[in-house]
Every structure is written in C-alpha cells, then in structure tokens.
C-alpha cells in the first residue's frame, strides 16, 4: 500500500469517526445508544490515532513550500468554522448535548489540524520530476 492510499484510508477512518460525537450530541439521553457504542467509538478513536501518528511519518520528509501554503490556507479558512460554531451553539444549544460530544469534537478537530500538513503531503500524488530540488522541503 502506498503512501497516498495510506493517507486515504486516515482520511476516510477520521470521517467516519465523527459520526460518533453527532449522535452522541443528537440523542437526548445517552443510556438509548447500543452497549456496543462506546467500544467502536474508542476502538475507532485509537486506529485513528495511530493513523495520525503514520500520516506523521509518512509525510514527514515530503513537506514542501507548497504544501506550506495550502496548510496555511486551510488554518485560515478554517477559523471561520470557530464563527460557525459559535452560531451552531447559540441557534441549537438546548438541542445538541453539548457534554457528551464537544470532548470528541474538539480532540478530533486539534488532531486534524496538527497533522495537516504531513497529511497533505503524504495524500499528494508522487513527483514525475526525480531531479525535483529538495531544497524546497522543510523539516520538521
């Protein structure tokens, strides 16, 4: 498997990790989710995290000014999202369990942003050019 479909495959798992802080803050009374919720939800969450940290190895040494800009650009535009969320808060606070999801938003939303760039640049498609100049690449 190559880095590119590694990278997917991360991206695919966090998503589907978000499911589980939307119900948990959709439901009125947490008791009503299946036994089983809470297993996947934290088996789910420990994939994702080793995902995140093999997203980090694997873009490590592929981080160029490039994809320094696109990271920058994306933190950027998501700033706004912090604008969203506090509408979301004051438009549908008393119908969302702001205690049994904000925990899993906020870690899955700083792990997101954190592994940002060794994520973009472990997604990106491989270089045709081998003769490509490595003195663009930044180390972290």
Known sequence: MNR???AQTAAILFVL?????????KVKNPTSLPRWWGTVDV???????????GIQVLGKRN???????TTYRIY????HALLVV?????????????ANCSTGFLWRTWLLLYILPWWLAAARRAEAD????????IDH
């Open 17 to 25: 990790s978000w499911i589980f802080p939307v119900a948990a803050g």
């Open 86 to 98: 506090g509408v979301l808060v004051m438009l549908a606070g008393d119908r969302i369990n702001w």
């Open 76 to 79: 950027r535009g998501s700033l």
């Open 4 to 6: 590119r479909a590694i």
């Open 63 to 69: 981080v160029d000014l490039q994809t320094e800009r």
């Open 130 to 137: 081998p003769m490509r100049s490595s003195s663009s690449k």
């Open 43 to 53: 088996a789910l969450a420990f994939v994702v995290a080793v995902g995140a940290f």
